[in-house]
């Protein structure tokens, strides 16, 4: 079992930074990640990073989103720069414990960017 907790959502303004935090408790995870949700749109796929630190981007976020992790924490982080009206949206953490898709996610965090 996973449990994930999100935080640091917010409403910015187009160009400003945010960065969310994922606090992960119970069994180790192979890989974890973020996902987002627009209004009226399917949830899509933000970024992975493996156990191993190797990282994934979608390509609308590659080269303003950077996913890192704080082992000593047990917390998964989103930094978001340049943020634009287009990057709004609910947030999920989630987790996979072994390959071939996602077991856990929480509850999301509101991300709201204003023009």
Known sequence: QVQLMESGGGS???GESLRLSCVA???PSLYMGW???APGKEREWVA???RGGLSTYADPVKGRFTI???NA???LYL???SLAPADTALYYCAAALQ???WNYWGQGTQVTVSS
């Open 79 to 81: 930094q978001m720069n």
């Open 68 to 70: 890192s992790r704080d």
């Open 12 to 14: 910015v303004q187009s």
């Open 25 to 27: 408790s119970g069994s």
């Open 99 to 101: 390959p071939g898709g």
């Open 48 to 50: 992975t990073l493996t």
């Open 73 to 75: 924490k047990n917390t």
């Open 35 to 37: 996902f987002r949700r």
